[in-house]
């Protein structure tokens, strides 16, 4: 299975939300020679998970409050 920069990138983020529960999509995407609003459609649909407090939407950032740490590996 071929895996392209884009892949790469995505797994960074996953990889980087589950481990500290924090990530700014937008750096993240500019340290990968993406453009910062590569992941903007992604955040939209994160709309409905802020809204129950499963997430924290800030710009580009996505953290996990304390009370949904359970629900990154669970």
């Known amino acids: 299975i071929a895996v392209d920069a884009t892949a790469r990138l995505r797994r960074a983020a996953i990889e980087t939300l589950m481990g500290a529960l924090d990530v700014d999509l937008g750096a993240l995407a500019l340290a990968h020679g993406a453009p910062a ?5 992604a955040l939209a649909a994160l709309a409905p998970l802020a809204a129950d407090g499963l997430c ?3 710009g580009r950032r996505v953290s996990v409050p304390d009370a949904a740490r359970f629900h ?3």
């Open 72 to 74: 990154v590996r669970n």
């Open 37 to 41: 609003t590569l992941f903007d459609e």
């Open 56 to 58: 924290v939407l800030e």
